[in-house]
């Protein structure tokens, strides 16, 4: 009868003890991805926010290489016209054009000012 409550004994202490350690770890591994997650979450929006900034940098950039300056362009600029010959190069000239007046008549805030 001892040897019984000293088996029972042992083995309710090991049943603890791996339940113990098993929740532990859970819990531990829980929040050390939480941790990971919201560290690569808070990279992952400066990274966008980098991009998008270079992306607007880049775009004033085309701009001011496009306007030289000057606040109107031309809807038959060479260079205008260049540059969609490279986006869009199964388009022709007519097409291209139609499209600058789609897009100056259609987009509020279009920066642009066709002429």
Do not use: C, H
């Not at 003890?17 to 941790?35: C, H, T, W």
């Not at 001011?64 to 205008?80: H, I, R, V």
Request: a positive charge.
């Amino acid at each position: 009868k001892q040897w019984y409550q000293r088996r029972v004994a042992i083995t309710a202490g090991i049943l603890y003890f791996v339940i113990f350690i098993y929740l532990g770890v859970f819990i531990l591994l829980s929040i050390l991805l939480a941790i990971v997650v919201d560290n690569y979450w808070t990279i992952a929006k400066m990274n966008v926010k980098r991009e998008r900034l270079r992306g607007r940098k880049q775009l004033a950039r085309a701009w001011n290489l496009l306007a030289d300056g000057e606040q109107k362009l031309s809807l038959y600029d060479e260079n205008l016209l260049g540059v969609f010959r490279k986006l869009k190069p199964k388009n022709d000239d007519e097409e291209i054009v139609v499209l600058l007046q789609q897009l100056t008549t259609n987009i509020n805030r279009f920066p642009l000012t066709l002429t």
